[in-house]
């Protein structure tokens, strides 16, 4: 069954407003009313993902050739990491991801900018012309109360299958507070910062970037879209 949203939209001077559905299918965010479309026209070089391409593969723009990564500790009852066209921001299409029944540290699912040499080893992409991410999210239906969900961006000083830190996976993180309803951040470099368990600890070095992770530490149900440099 869908749920539809009414907007109301001016149409002259002195008219009364028009009203336009909007659907949504059950279990989705709600829809803001053509919030999106405020920012459908960035430039083109920003988008890192929209997902209408229907698979994993980011966008191939502003140098970057990567993919979707899913990271796993295995012990998940249920697990979903994929494009889907059943709950979108704008277009079409979006990333679903969500877990659930975990006994160990869940999941995370990084936008690798590039993929990863035959040897696993990871490549650095130059994002030194940009000051941030931005992207629309959301809890699905099956998420439960709301939580602070960790984002943030892997470098070359903190990938797992990286020879430069021991030990590694301390990020550059920040946490945004989703809700049911689609919404739009903006998370800048700035505010990302390592927890100090990790080796080396420094200033982000934006020129050797591998990365944009979404690390949730509780069982949940995620969708994302529209994701984007900022400058």
């Not at 140098?63 to 079409?92: F, I, M, N």
């Not at 679903?96 to 029944?101: E, I, K, T």
């Not at 934006?206 to 900022?230: A, S, T």
Request: hydrophobic share 40%.
């Amino acid at each position: 069954m869908c749920v539809l949203l009414l907007a109301a939209v001016q149409v002259c001077g002195g008219c009364g407003p028009s009203v336009e559905p909007i659907e949504v299918a059950s279990g989705c965010p709600g829809r803001p009313l053509r919030g999106p479309e405020q920012y459908a026209n960035e430039p083109a070089n920003q988008l890192i993902d929209n997902f209408e391409s229907h698979n994993y593969l980011l966008s191939q723009v502003g140098g970057r050739d990567g993919a979707w990564v899913l990271g796993s500790d295995l012990t998940s009852v249920a697990l979903v990491d994929e494009p889907s066209s059943k709950c979108a921001a704008l277009d079409l299409w979006s990333g679903h991801f969500a877990a659930r029944g975990f006994t160990s540290w869940g999941a995370n699912w990084t936008a690798d900018f590039h993929p990863a040499t035959s040897s696993n080893a990871p490549v650095p992409y130059d994002g030194s012309a940009y000051g941030g991410i931005s992207f629309w999210a959301a809890f699905g239906g099956d998420n439960g109360p709301a939580f602070d969900v960790s984002v943030g961006i892997v470098t070359m000083d903190t990938a797992y299958n990286s020879s430069l830190c021991k030990p590694c996976n301390d990020h550059y993180m920040t946490k945004v507070r989703l809700s049911g309803d689609w919404q739009r951040f903006v998370v800048r470099f700035d505010q990302m910062t390592q927890s100090g368990s990790g080796s080396p600890l420094l200033p982000m070095r934006r020129d050797q970037l591998v990365g944009f992770i979404i690390y949730p530490h509780q069982w949940f149900d995620i969708w994302i879209d529209e994701v984007r440099f900022e400058p």
